[in-house]
């Protein structure tokens, strides 16, 4: 069963850095697009950054030039640095994993905080 664990949410001030990590394990015959969503209370999930199999990457415009998506094809792990980090950034951040076949799989999310 494929699992997605993510973790390094937490509470941080506006202006400051956090780095989430999202590992896969299970068996999965191929891994094709990585990223990372967030879901703020009362708000639909969002996308915040994604990168294909190929390494294209893509962000929401309101987190340009402050996340970064990194990927570690061998481990199938993603992470994502967030920096300047604004209260408008504070949700439950999702890791997700598609699989050539068209599957979803997410992970149970991390929270970050940010305060004022």
């Known amino acids: 069963q494929v699992q997605l664990v993510e973790s390094g949410g937490g509470l941080v001030q506006a202006g400051g850095s956090l780095r989430l990590s999202c590992a896969q394990s299970?068996?999965?015959?191929?891994?094709?697009?990585m990223g990372w969503y967030r879901q703020a209370p009362g708000k639909q999930r969002e996308l915040v950054a994604h990168?294909?199999?190929?390494?294209?990457?893509t962000y929401a415009d309101s987190v340009k030039g402050r996340f970064t998506i990194l990927r570690e094809y061998a481990k199938n792990t993603v992470y994502l640095q967030m920096n300047s980090l604004k209260p408008e950034d504070a949700a439950v951040y999702y890791c997700?994993?598609?699989?050539?076949?068209?599957?979803?799989?997410w992970g149970k999310g991390t929270l970050v905080t940010v305060s004022s």
């Open positions: 997700n994993l598609k699989d050539f076949h068209g599957m979803d799989y």
């Open positions: 990168v294909t199999n190929g390494g294209i990457t």
């Open positions: 299970g068996s999965i015959f191929s891994v094709n697009d």
